[in-house]
């Protein structure tokens, strides 16, 4: 009586679809996931195929299809019981040696085993959260439907009640919950960029961005600003492990607070970097930081490494929001940042005489990635082009890297392409990739890092109805052989993924400095550095 009572409430379709989709949850994606997270995932699956089994039930009553009798229907009630069940327990059984498998490609310990009754209990308050805001929805649907049949032909009411219905829930999530959220989190996060901390005191040296005699001010830079200004390496470190003469590195970073408006603090940067006297230097990077004003460490210490200090970088911030709501919130603006930097810098840089100016290198992570890959025109350069680029991680959205990747060159695989005669563009992954080619390696390079396990660049929507190019075999050394497609679960699972997946580094989303280092030796050919020597400085990197 219990059991019937239940499924009165429920469609049996809609069970069945949504329990298969429950199973599917729970094989492995790209990274492993908590299980918290692994339950919130599974919820959502769960309720996405319980609405498609719903609609599809539907669907056949509409079109007046033949119906089960009643004593059939009971007898289907408890065989889909009986089959949710078993399906359920049995891809939870596996759900822990699949994450482990994930793991161990990662060089992680292995984790305990998936707990059934956390995922389960997470997984189902979810479906029942987004199954009672689907009958809301339809509540929301068919009141102002049966309440203008009385007025207008049936067709006309049930499409004036759905977009009713839909108008209501949109402005309800889009301009009441996402603003509000936003809202909070722009504040809070207002509140940490502006956090003064004792570990990071405003440099003494002159030349440093941030003294005293700098044109940018300590307390403007923002917290992700202050740290890369102070972690940088000094000439002492730098000529200790290098053995001969060097440099201080150069940074300049202009932050969010430092002027009004972008033009202004592209402006900024300029006069910095000629106070500084960086353009002296053999080699100048524009880096393009995350979301929260971030710039990666692990990238930019190898480099100077590489050129005894000989190194000016400069970044400038246009967020200190999480690049997931930097994207959703400023994401022109940070490529209108990146954009106006690069043209005041490369102005200056092309002015100058061809013999007498640096290296010149736009440098991006993640959305930094794609807003730099947005801040110049390949016409606008292609007089007097800078040396190259560094793009790791770059997120699916980039134009550039989503149409090389197309058109890679046949036998190639989407998670490191091979594109033409590879003269102008390569990728590297935790194995190289950059240091070979076809033919030489022209004047203007780009290069890409990526990990075929970085969710942020292998997520795509596409993959909500179809099976992503870097499934196919042969795999990534990072991605699990027993990783599989499913429809609308996978992209799901990446989604996961990209937001709360957890990786060591070297893996994922998170870039080795020693990978960096490979990068930036093939990438700019420092003189002077033995195997011997790059080995040296490969471990020391690792252990920092």
Known sequence: MLVKRLFAQFSTAGLLLGTLFFAFSLTPSLLPRPFV?????????????????????????????????????????????????????LFLWRASDWQNGVRALMEMEEAGRVQPLVVGGVALTMFLALLAAGRLFRWAFLLPSRKLRHYVPRRVSTFAGLLLAFVVFWSLVEGVLFSMALRAADGSYQQIDALMEPDFPAPGDPLRAGSAESLLAWEGMGRQG?????????????????????????????????????????????????????????????????GTGWVDEAAMKPLEYLHRGDVASVAAQYSYLPSPLALMSEGAYGAEMARALFEKVYGHWSRLPRGNRPELYLYGLSLGALNSDRSFDLYDIIDDPFRGVLWSGPPYRSETWRSITERRRPGSPAWRPRFRDDSVVRFANQDGGLEQGRNEWGSFRMAFLQYASDPVTFFSPGSFYREPDWMKEPRGPDVSDELRWFPIVTMLQLAAD??????????????????????????????????EALARLRERLAAD
Not at 244 to 266: D, H, I, K, Q, W
Request: proline share 6%; glycine share 10%.
């Open 37 to 89: 997270v692994q339950g919130i995932i599974s919820g959502l699956s769960l309720a996405a195929g319980y609405g498609i089994g719903v609609l599809g039930h539907a669907l056949w009553r509409y079109l007046e299809l033949p119906a089960f009798s009643a004593s059939v229907r009971r007898i289907v009630q408890w065989v889909a019981t009986s089959l949710c069940i078993l399906l359920a327990a």
């Open 498 to 531: 990209m937001i709360a997946g957890t990786s060591p580094t070297g893996y994922g989303h998170k870039y080795a400095p020693e990978h960096y280092l490979d990068a930036w030796v093939a990438l700019t050919e420092p003189p002077g550095w033995s195997d």
């Open 226 to 290: 202050r740290r890369f200004i102070s972690r940088g390496p000094t000439a002492e470190e730098v000529r200790e492990h290098a053995g001969e003469p060097a440099a201080s590195p150069m940074r300049v970073y202009v932050g969010l607070n430092a002027a009004e408006t972008l033009e202004e603090r592209a402006e900024l940067a300029l006069e910095e970097l000629k106070r500084t006297d960086a353009f002296g230097r053999s080699v100048l990077v524009l880096i393009t930081p995350t």
